[in-house]
């Protein structure tokens, strides 16, 4: 694989960069994309059914029974060679923050550490709809369920309300301080990866923008065309677990 000359020095010279990631960085591990699942199985729902509290409380087991489909993948999949590039890359360069708007543990099972900023919560956290006391999962990974399958969720021990998955949804606010943090690290970086992400979902999506305002190089990796690409310095077309490995490689023994 070619890269372009200048896209290797920004790297090269870079001491901050941040990583934003998307559902395309976990699509080798097994997991759909959610545009993908939304095309496939789930294709008769559409993102606010799933994925808002209103979808919620007018059909709780059929929200529940979507994300209890995609936890079952998730606790099935292992990271990828793109999940294990970043956590590499880490080690490359002086500082590097991690932002994703996955709601699995990939990065962190590759090796990325615990101070990964994640802008819609986290899959294995559920909490009650009610009171929004967490609640623990039974131990074990269940059968995956067919995709389309309802499930009743839990009810919470202490007040009995329906347990929610810990992620966050259409007209929910972002986990208390992540995007605060995201856009500073933003707003301080050199270089701003943005992998496998459609762009679509704010404020999410805004980060590349708040990046490339402030004069870092903004580097997309993605198989196809986003609303990202007239913002992005560079485009690099294909998959993340191809790519990302590939450009390390290459970038360990650049001379500038
Ligand atoms: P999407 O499903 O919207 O987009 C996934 C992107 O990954 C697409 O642009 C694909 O082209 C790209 N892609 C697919 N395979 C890839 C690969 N192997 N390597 C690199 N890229 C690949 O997922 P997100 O952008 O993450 O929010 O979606 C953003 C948010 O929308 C999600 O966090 C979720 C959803 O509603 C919430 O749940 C709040």
Same mark, same amino acid.
């Given at each position: 694989m070619i890269f372009d000359g200048s896209l290797l020095t920004h790297l090269h010279n870079a001491r901050h960069i941040v990583v934003f990631t998307g559902a395309g960085v976990s699509a080798e591990s097994g997991i759909p994309t959610f545009r993908d699942a939304q095309t496939g199985l789930w294709t008769h729902h559409d993102a606010t059914d799933l994925a808002s509290p209103q979808? *919620?409380?007018r059909d709780p087991a059929l929200v529940w $029974? @979507?994300?209890e489909w995609r936890r079952m993948k998730v606790l099935r999949a292992e #990271?990828?060679?793109a999940h294990l590039a970043i956590a590499d890359l880490a080690g490359q360069v002086e500082r590097l923050t991690l932002?994703?708007?996955n709601v699995d543990d990939l990065h962190?099972?590759? $090796? %990325?550490? /615990? /101070?990964?900023?994640?802008?819609?919560? %986290?899959?294995?956290?559920? !909490?009650? *709809?009610?009171?929004? !006391?967490?609640?623990?999962? #039974?131990? $074990?990974?269940?059968d995956e369920p067919e995709g389309g399958r309802r499930i009743e969720p839990p009810r919470c021990s202490h007040c009995n309300g329906r347990i929610r998955p810990g992620v966050v949804w259409f007209n929910e606010s972002l986990p208390e301080g992540? @995007?605060?943090?995201?856009?500073?690290?933003?707003? /301080?970086? /050199?270089?701003l *990866?943005?992998?496998?992400? %459609?762009?679509?979902? @704010? #404020?999410?999506?805004?980060?590349?923008g708040i990046a490339a305002q402030r004069g870092a190089t903004v580097i997309q990796v993605n198989p196809d065309e986003t609303d990202l690409d007239d913002v992005a310095h560079y485009n690099l077309r294909g998959k993340a677990g191809e790519l990302l490995p590939a450009l390390l490689d290459v970038l !360990?023994? *650049?001379v500038p």
């Amino acid at each position: 694989m070619i890269f372009d000359g200048s896209l290797l020095t920004h790297l090269h010279n870079a001491r901050h960069i941040v990583v934003f990631t998307g559902a395309g960085v976990s699509a080798e591990s097994g997991i759909p994309t959610f545009r993908d699942a939304q095309t496939g199985l789930w294709t008769h729902h559409d993102a606010t059914d799933l994925a808002s509290p209103q979808g *919620f409380q007018r059909d709780p087991a059929l929200v529940w $029974g @979507w994300y209890e489909w995609r936890r079952m993948k998730v606790l099935r999949a292992e #990271p990828n060679p793109a999940h294990l590039a970043i956590a590499d890359l880490a080690g490359q360069v002086e500082r590097l923050t991690l932002v994703t708007q996955n709601v699995d543990d990939l990065h962190e099972r590759a $090796g %990325s550490g /615990d /101070d990964i900023i994640h802008l819609h919560g %986290s899959i294995h956290q559920p !909490r009650c *709809f009610a009171c929004a !006391r967490p609640y623990a999962y #039974p131990a $074990g990974i269940p059968d995956e369920p067919e995709g389309g399958r309802r499930i009743e969720p839990p009810r919470c021990s202490h007040c009995n309300g329906r347990i929610r998955p810990g992620v966050v949804w259409f007209n929910e606010s972002l986990p208390e301080g992540a @995007w605060a943090k995201a856009k500073q690290a933003g707003g /301080d970086c /050199d270089v701003l *990866f943005s992998v496998g992400t %459609s762009s679509l979902v @704010w #404020p999410a999506a805004l980060l590349p923008g708040i990046a490339a305002q402030r004069g870092a190089t903004v580097i997309q990796v993605n198989p196809d065309e986003t609303d990202l690409d007239d913002v992005a310095h560079y485009n690099l077309r294909g998959k993340a677990g191809e790519l990302l490995p590939a450009l390390l490689d290459v970038l !360990r023994k *650049f001379v500038p």
